[in-house]
């Protein structure tokens, strides 16, 4: 079972609300989301309602303010949460060209710079053929965030991106 707990304001203050299943319209439950506590499994957060916009992938711990969780504000609009068998393999191919064309490297691990790890600064399609990946548009696990559960991505639209660039990703294995 997933538990996750919001607070309207900094280090855990103000109005709460607790959520242990996906909720399509956090807006009735809270105006603003400046601190998160993680209690159990691991969870999307979308900045609109329905599961769409800027995502944050988090994992079990605490997050005392929105920039610690790579938030570029206080707004937190729909979650849902998803479980993997923990201790699972892991593998990703990346391609430099849509449709799994081009040049294809293949992870099981985390890359904390895709310019260093395959000599490209995109990613247009992707397989994540094991587990559960998180896409970061700057090196070393910064900026916006995409996540991926396994599946096959044709282009970079089909994560959520509204352009190629993908600085890093790592897997999802806080469960």
């Not at 944050?56 to 605490?62: A, M, P, Q, S």
């Not at 395959?118 to 399609?125: D, K």
Request: include cysteine; charge should be neutral.
């Amino acid at each position: 079972m997933s538990k996750i707990i919001f607070y309207e304001e900094r280090n855990f203050q103000g109005r709460s609300y607790e959520c242990d299943t996906d909720c399509p319209d956090m807006y009735p439950h809270f105006s603003r989301c400046n601190s998160i506590r993680v209690e159990s499994g691991c969870w999307i957060l979308y900045e609109r309602p329905n599961y769409s916009g800027f995502q944050y992938v988090l994992t079990r711990g605490e997050y005392p303010e929105y920039q610690r969780w790579m938030g570029y504000n206080d707004i937190i609009r729909s979650c849902r949460t998803f479980s993997y068998k923990s201790g699972g393999s892991y593998r990703i191919r990346i391609y430099d060209r849509t449709d799994f064309q081009g040049q294809m490297m293949e992870f099981s691990n985390d890359c904390k710079s895709i310019h260093q790890s395959f000599q490209c600064r995109s990613i247009h399609s992707c397989n994540a053929v094991e587990g559960y990946w998180t896409f970061y548009e700057q090196p070393s696990y910064q900026g916006r965030q995409y996540f991926l559960p396994p599946g096959e991505y044709r282009k970079f639209s089909d994560w959520g991106a509204i352009c190629a660039t993908v600085g890093s990703f790592c897997r999802i294995i806080d469960f």
